[in-house]
């Protein structure tokens, strides 16, 4: 186990919905990105956050967006969800680039997000 | 686009030595070589990682060739619960930078 868990592990919302999807990070990590893996694909990388401020996104709308708390844990929040966004959403907690640590990303188990 | 190429699919057999190639030309100095796995419906799982040298782990070896443009996973007695997705990634050690993942490579390991 790697100390990352993420809920819920699986919701079914339909099309025009919002979603709300939460990540407890490692203890001590303070970096914490997320993912959208399809089905049969790797994962894709949506944003990052380091102690708060998103430091890094990938190509996705602006509704996907995040937070990240003093506490280190996350959410993501999708708006107005379509078909598309059907996947696994996984969450990986890190150390921070003040750390110089391993690099390695710890991830949780995912939350498999239907939209109907 | 992923910084990295690997094949879409191998197998091996149970017992046997598993390498896993992948090719990353345009590697950047500061970029270390990750490797990671994903097993049916979990999160992906950290194995090793290596800037130029190699590095041998209780899970695997890697090896990365001297111009660092390549490299080889290796799992050196192959079981069934090795069946997965392979993932080779490059990245810096820290920062802000966003990891790419490519599509892997599923290895099934047969018995």
């Known amino acids: 186990e790697t100390g990352v868990t993420q809920s819920p592990t699986h919701l079914i919302k339909t099309r025009g919905q919002q979603v709300t999807l939460r990540c407890s990070s490692q203890?001590?990590?303070?970096?914490v990105s997320w993912y959208q893996q399809a089905l049969g694909q790797g994962p894709q990388f949506i944003f990052q956050?380091?102690?708060?401020?998103?430091?890094g996104r990938g190509n996705f709308p602006p509704r996907f967006s995040g937070l990240q708390f003093p506490n280190y844990s996350s959410e993501l929040n999708v708006n107005a969800l379509e078909l598309d966004d059907s996947a696994l959403y996984l969450c990986?907690?890190?150390?921070?680039?003040?750390?110089?640590?391993?690099?390695?990303?710890?991830f949780g188990e995912g939350s498999r997000l239907t939209v109907l | 686009d992923a910084k990295t190429t690997q094949p879409t699919s191998m197998d091996c057999a149970e017992g046997r030595a598993a390498n896993l190639p992948c090719n990353h030309s345009?590697?950047?100095?500061?970029?270390?070589v990750y490797w990671y796995r994903q097993i049916h419906s979990q999160g992906p799982q950290y194995i090793i990682h290596?800037?130029?040298n190699n590095e041998t782990n209780e899970m695997a070896s890697l090896i990365i060739t001297e111009d660092r443009k390549s490299s080889t996973l290796i799992l050196p007695h192959a079981t069934l619960r090795d069946t997965a997705v392979y993932y080779c990634?490059?990245?810096?050690?820290?920062?802000?930078?966003?990891?790419?993942f490519g599509a892997g490579t599923r290895l099934f390991v047969k018995a």
């Open positions: 990986a907690s890190s150390w921070g680039r003040d750390r110089g640590k391993t690099g390695e990303l710890f």
């Open positions: 203890s001590g990590h303070n970096t």
């Open positions: 956050y380091y102690r708060e401020e998103e430091n």
């Open positions: 345009t590697i950047s100095g500061n970029e270390y």
């Open positions: 290596g800037l130029k």
């Open positions: 990634i490059v990245r810096p050690l820290t920062g802000g930078f966003k990891t790419i």
